[in-house]
């Protein structure tokens, strides 16, 4: 890809990166879970009824990994934020490929000028 072309595409990705909405990074589990109850539905050994689903939101940030219940109601919108950081970090991650490259770029035809003004 040519440099213009490459900058054109970072340009493309500062303003789909203003539209991203409401985020948050993480990934949604869903977990049923068993109870200490005597008797418990949950217990069953042949027909057993677990508790749940009980929503969990896992994330790394700082290097710290932080593990959160999120409500049932919630569910939908944290979805939504997770989705809108998803986009978030492949248009960054684009932009940094898209940056290495056009410096590579920018170097090897520097690269090129000079070798082509010694010659003269
Ligand atoms: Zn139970």
Not at 18 to 23: A, F, P, R, T, Y
Not at 49 to 73: A, D, E, M, N, R
Not at 87 to 99: G, H, I, M, N, V
Request: proline share 5%.
């Amino acid at each position: 890809m040519e440099i213009r072309a490459m900058q054109k595409r970072v340009e493309q990705i500062k303003s789909a990166l203003q539209k991203v909405g409401e985020m948050r990074p993480g990934s949604l589990s869903k977990q049923l879970t068993v109870c200490g109850r005597p008797g418990c539905r949950c217990q069953d050994p042949e027909h057993p009824q677990k508790h749940g689903p009980y929503y969990q939101l896992s994330y790394v940030h700082k290097g710290k990994s932080t593990t959160q219940f999120i409500q049932k109601q919630m569910v939908p919108m944290v979805r939504r934020q997770l989705k809108n950081f998803k986009t978030f970090k492949a248009l960054t991650t684009e932009w940094t490929d898209l940056c290495l490259a056009i410096a590579k770029e920018k170097l090897a035809s520097d690269r090129q000028k000079r070798k082509v003004l010694s010659r003269k």
